[in-house]
């Protein structure tokens, strides 16, 4: 049951270990190559705020994330980040979102290892279920009847296999891989680049509703935040971190499901593509990736096989 947000009832913000994470991923000019610089000369985030003005333009922040970091000491809500802040904080209590930052133990184990993770994640349903073993199923938002009977298929069978199938619940493959996997009684991980609370498309809400109940829904943006274009290509390395490996089902040349795969190599995770007919443009983005070295795969055996000393 969503909290209410009256001033008695919602925690403050600057005594939430939470609220601290989501001050931190609100900074301006704190993106991942900078926090990973920070991390080299400081071993916590807290330490941060131990520092004057003069110490931290010496570590390289921007005068901008110096400003916020001095208004959090402050506990200066007018800040226009702090503010920020803390409407995200107070909406998630709001609308019952969970928050899961780097610093909780069960925040998922291989996003640790990735260069951008994230620092804050937003998630709806189980959230124990990122910490299982993931398999992602990227593809066409056009696919052929043929490729959405794959992405199905190959959904049920690795839920059949112990391995938790995670898409992007785009239209097309994304849809068919978690319906698949709800359908055989297997739950499914949805990576979204708009709020939990938000259904994008419109015409999933109902698939979203049923991932929700039986499995988890998961963004780095917050409750409220609407879907934007260059949300989800970000979007995508979440899709590729969380798993061991990715499925391209079909995919053409200009495909985002080839950033995917590309961003599933640079996080050292293995890449599958099932080849289709030369006629079918749809399987050109996965001889692509075939003769790039990617596994041809036929059945999840081969997926299987390919992780066995994973």
Same mark, same amino acid.
């Not at 998630?92 to 899961?100: E, K, V, W």
């Not at 780095?220 to 934007?228: D, L």
């Given at each position: 049951?969503?909290?209410?947000?009256?001033? &008695?009832?919602?925690?403050?913000? +600057? #005594?939430?270990?939470?609220?601290?994470? /989501? +001050?931190?991923?609100?900074?301006?000019?704190?993106?991942?190559?900078?926090?990973?610089?920070?991390?080299? #000369?400081?071993?916590?985030?807290?330490?941060?705020?131990?520092?004057? $003005?003069?110490?931290?333009?010496?570590?390289?922040?921007? =005068?901008?994330?110096?400003?916020?970091?001095?208004?959090?000491?402050? @506990?200066?809500?007018?800040?226009?980040?702090?503010?920020?802040?803390?409407?995200?904080?107070?909406?998630?209590?709001?609308?019952?979102?969970?928050?899961?930052?780097?610093?909780?133990?069960?925040?998922?184990?291989?996003?640790?290892?990735?260069?951008?993770?994230?620092?804050?994640?937003?998630?709806?349903?189980?959230?124990?279920?990122?910490?299982?073993?993931?398999?992602?199923?990227?593809?066409?938002?056009?696919?052929?009847?043929?490729?959405?009977?794959?992405?199905?298929? +190959?959904?049920?069978?690795?839920? @059949?296999?112990?391995?938790?199938?995670?898409?992007?619940? $785009?239209?097309?493959?994304?849809? =068919?891989?978690?319906?698949?996997?709800?359908?055989?009684?297997?739950?499914?991980?949805?990576? /979204?680049?708009?709020?939990?609370?938000?259904?994008?498309?419109?015409?999933?809400?109902? &698939?979203?509703?049923?991932?929700?109940?039986?499995? *988890?829904?998961?963004?780095?943006?917050?409750?409220?935040?609407?879907?934007? $274009?260059?949300?989800?290509?970000?979007?995508?390395?979440?899709?590729?971190?969380?798993?061991?490996? /990715?499925?391209?089902?079909?995919?053409?040349?200009?495909?985002?499901?080839?950033?995917? $795969?590309?961003?599933?190599?640079? @996080?050292?995770?293995? *890449?599958?593509?099932?080849?289709?007919?030369?006629?079918?443009?749809?399987?050109?983005?996965?001889?692509?990736?075939?003769?790039?070295?990617?596994?041809?795969?036929?059945?999840?055996?081969? /997926?299987?096989?390919? &992780?066995?000393?994973?």
């Amino acid at each position: 049951m969503p909290l209410a947000t009256d001033s &008695l009832s919602v925690p403050n913000l +600057f #005594q939430s270990e939470h609220g601290f994470w /989501i +001050f931190l991923s609100c900074l301006p000019k704190f993106g991942a190559r900078r926090q990973q610089a920070i991390l080299e #000369q400081l071993p916590d985030f807290r330490q941060l705020l131990t520092h004057n $003005a003069a110490t931290l333009k010496a570590l390289g922040l921007a =005068a901008e994330t110096i400003a916020a970091l001095e208004a959090w000491r402050r @506990q200066d809500n007018a800040h226009p980040v702090v503010a920020n802040a803390d409407g995200i904080y107070r909406n998630c209590l709001r609308t019952g979102t969970a928050i899961l930052t780097i610093a909780d133990a069960d925040y998922p184990e291989p996003l640790r290892h990735i260069h951008d993770g994230p620092l804050v994640l937003y998630v709806r349903g189980d959230r124990s279920l990122l910490g299982r073993d993931q398999i992602g199923i990227v593809g066409s938002r056009n696919a052929t009847r043929a490729g959405l009977e794959h992405a199905r298929s +190959f959904a049920a069978a690795l839920g @059949q296999k112990g391995l938790l199938v995670t898409s992007g619940l $785009a239209l097309g493959v994304d849809g =068919a891989a978690h319906a698949g996997a709800l359908d055989a009684g297997f739950p499914t991980v949805a990576v /979204i680049g708009n709020g939990v609370d938000k259904p994008y498309p419109y015409r999933h809400r109902t &698939l979203s509703e049923r991932i929700a109940g039986e499995g *988890v829904i998961v963004s780095e943006y917050p409750p409220g935040t609407s879907a934007k $274009a260059g949300h989800f290509p970000r979007r995508n390395r979440i899709i590729s971190g969380l798993s061991r490996g /990715i499925l391209v089902v079909e995919a053409g040349l200009k495909s985002g499901s080839l950033i995917t $795969a590309r961003l599933a190599l640079e @996080q050292g995770r293995e *890449v599958f593509a099932i080849p289709g007919s030369v006629h079918n443009p749809l399987a050109r983005g996965c001889h692509h990736l075939i003769r790039q070295g990617a596994k041809l795969v036929e059945t999840v055996d081969d /997926i299987c096989e390919e &992780l066995g000393g994973w």
